[in-house]
T-cell receptor, first 115, second 114 residues
Framework: KQEVTQIPAALSVPEGENLVLNCSFTDSAIYNLQWFRQDPGKGLTSLLLIQSSQREQTSGRLNASLDKSSGRSTLYIAASQPGDSATYLC??????????????FGQGTILTVHP | EPEVTQTPSHQVTQMGQEVILRCVPISNHLYFYWYRQILGQKVEFLVSFYNNEISEKSEIFDDQFSVERPDGSNFTLKIRSTKLEDSAMYFCASVRTGYGYGYTFGSGTRLTVV
C-alpha cells in the first residue's frame, strides 16, 4: 500500500525566498509522480508531472525532482511571490501500476508567502 | 486548455437524501475517477472507471455509492442515503492514456449534509 508524506506541514516565508517542499513515498516502483496546487476551497491544479524515467521537470519558477531509489521528490520554488501562497500536494500512484491507477496524496504543505 | 467540469459547485442536502454529483471529463480521456476531501484531511481515492465499468474502488466506496456514465460525456457519482460524514469536497478527475499525461481534476463539488 502506497503511503505519501509531506514535510513541512506549513511554511511561511518572505517574498523573494527560494524554498523546497519535500515529499516521500513508501513504494518506489511508481510510474510517475505529480505535484498539485490547491487554493482554499478550490480544486486541484496540476503543476508538474515527473515520469519515472526523469530526474527533474521544470515549469517557470518551479522545479520538481524525483529520486525513486530513496522514495523522495522535492518541489523547488524560486523567487517566491505572495501569489504562490496555497497548499501544495504531492501524489503518487500505486506501485507497479500504470499512469492510470489511483493516486495516493500527501497531506500537503501549506505555503504562505508574505510581502 | 481542456477542463474537467463539475456541477454543482456546492450542494446542501438533508441527511438520508440521495444526491447525484455530475462531472464532464475531458473528451479524449478514457479513465475517470472520483476522489473526496473531508475538511482538513487528505484527498482520498473513491473509485476509478474505465470502459464503462468500475476498475478499482476503495473501502469508502460502499453500497451507498454508485457511479455511472449515462451518455458519452457525463460521469456521475450517486450517494443513495447521505450521512453527516459524507460532507466533503468531491473531485472528479480524468486521465489520457499514454506516456507523459497526468491527471486533470475538476474544481470540485462541496457537499454539505445537514
Amino acid at each position: 500500500k502506497q503511503e505519501v508524506t509531506q514535510i513541512p506541514a506549513a511554511l511561511s516565508v518572505p517574498e523573494g525566498e527560494n524554498l523546497v517542499l519535500n515529499c516521500s513515498f513508501t513504494d518506489s516502483a511508481i510510474y510517475n509522480l505529480q505535484w498539485f496546487r490547491q487554493d482554499p476551497g478550490k480544486g486541484l491544479t496540476s503543476l508538474l508531472l515527473i515520469q519515472s524515467s526523469q530526474r527533474e521537470q521544470t515549469s517557470g519558477r518551479l522545479n520538481a525532482s524525483l529520486d525513486k531509489s530513496s522514495g523522495r521528490s522535492t518541489l523547488y520554488i524560486a523567487a517566491s511571490q505572495p501569489g504562490d501562497s496555497a497548499t501544495y500536494l504531492c501524489a503518487a500512484p500505486n506501485a507497479g501500476g500504470t499512469s492510470y491507477g489511483k493516486l495516493t496524496f500527501g497531506q500537503g504543505t501549506i505555503l504562505t508567502v508574505h510581502p | 486548455e481542456p477542463e474537467v467540469t463539475q456541477t454543482p459547485s456546492h450542494q446542501v442536502t438533508q441527511m438520508g437524501q440521495e444526491v447525484i454529483l455530475r462531472c464532464v471529463p475531458i473528451s479524449n480521456h478514457l479513465y475517470f475517477y472520483w476522489y473526496r476531501q473531508i475538511l482538513g484531511q487528505k484527498v482520498e481515492f473513491l473509485v476509478s472507471f474505465y470502459n464503462n465499468e468500475i476498475s478499482e474502488k476503495s473501502e469508502i466506496f460502499d453500497d451507498q455509492f454508485s457511479v455511472e456514465r449515462p451518455d458519452g460525456s457525463n460521469f456521475t457519482l450517486k450517494i443513495r442515503s447521505t450521512k453527516l460524514e459524507d460532507s466533503a469536497m468531491y473531485f472528479c478527475a480524468s486521465v489520457r492514456t499514454g506516456y507523459g499525461y497526468g491527471y486533470t481534476f475538476g474544481s470540485g463539488t462541496r457537499l454539505t449534509v445537514v
